[in-house]
């Protein structure tokens, strides 16, 4: 479903966009999910919303048969990509899972603010831009998706989100139409 509208308290949440994560081999460009990533941000901050950043910092206890990608991490791992700018007043929500909602108090912060309605973008698709896509529809949160700023380390992977998953959890449609519909 194309974007209908944004509620009057509407924050973006950039999901892992972080050293670690932007230097892994994705789908999509990952220079180009940032570029389009502080494209919405700018906006956000123009248009007075809130800019919200997670990453992650580790994998949930617990047996997988795969492990995360990556090897040996270097100490800057988690650390935001600079081209984000993070100012002093946006928070950034360090999760030790897949999905932003389940341990780091992001819900807690947005609904303090009386926000409904979220925007997500960030890398991975597949992996914590759904998680927490699922966890903050279940969470009662609006749900809008931009398509064009995200991306996986799997071309199959990516697109059942898309097609899949993504229309199930909220609205989608592309940086453009987003940017388009915040001008409005």
Known sequence: M???????????VLIDLQKGIVALPTVHPAAD?????VRLADAF???????????????????TEQAMPGGERPADWADLVAELARRPEEPLFTKKSW???????????LKQRGVTHIVLAGISTS????STARQAYEAGFNVLLVTDAMSDMK???HENSLKN??????????TDALLALLGA
């Open 2 to 12: 194309p974007f209908t509208t944004l509620d009057d308290k509407t924050a973006l």
């Open 99 to 109: 999905g932003a909602f389940a341990t780091t108090g992001i819900d807690a912060w």
């Open 165 to 174: 998953i993504f229309p199930r959890l909220g609205e989608t449609g592309t």
């Open 45 to 63: 901050r123009e248009a007075g919303r809130p800019v919200v950043f997670v990453n992650v910092a580790g994998g949930a206890p617990g047996r």
């Open 33 to 37: 999910i940032v570029a389009k990533s």
């Open 127 to 130: 992996i914590g831009v759904e």
């Open 155 to 157: 071309a199959d992977a």
